[in-house]
């Protein structure tokens, strides 16, 4: 509640709402980590990249992927962070479908 009346008190306030650019990413892992650092919510839908190694599978195919990046499915599995998680770690070859605010 203290949030409502901090803007309460503002005289002007001003937000900016952007749709999420979508792409998709081919990252073969050839026996590499994947080298993304992820957080997540239990309940979510998506895992929100925190970091990226530069010498994981995603940086060495140059992949573009970054952080603040959203991956929202993963070889077409959409769902739950847990099935995310799971195709994640099962495919030697992923195509991740990436969310990213502009």
């Keep these: 509640m203290l949030e409502m009346r901090q803007f309460s008190l503002n005289e002007n306030v001003a937000f900016t709402i952007c ?13 590499r980590q994947l080298g993304l650092e992820v957080k997540f919510d239990g309940e979510g839908s998506s895992l929100c990249v925190s970091g ?28 739950s962070t847990r099935q995310l998680l799971m ?6 070859v992923l195509t991740m479908t990436i969310s990213r605010c502009p």
Excluded at 56 to 73: L, M, P
Excluded at 87 to 92: K, N, R, Y
């Design 87 to 92: 195709e994640l770690g099962t495919s030697d």
């Design 19 to 31: 749709r999420p650019h979508l792409f998709v990413v081919k990252v073969p892992k050839q026996g």
């Design 52 to 79: 990226v190694q530069s010498d994981g599978a995603a940086e060495i195919v140059r992949s573009g992927i970054r952080a603040n990046d959203r991956i929202v499915a993963v070889n077409g599995v959409t769902g």
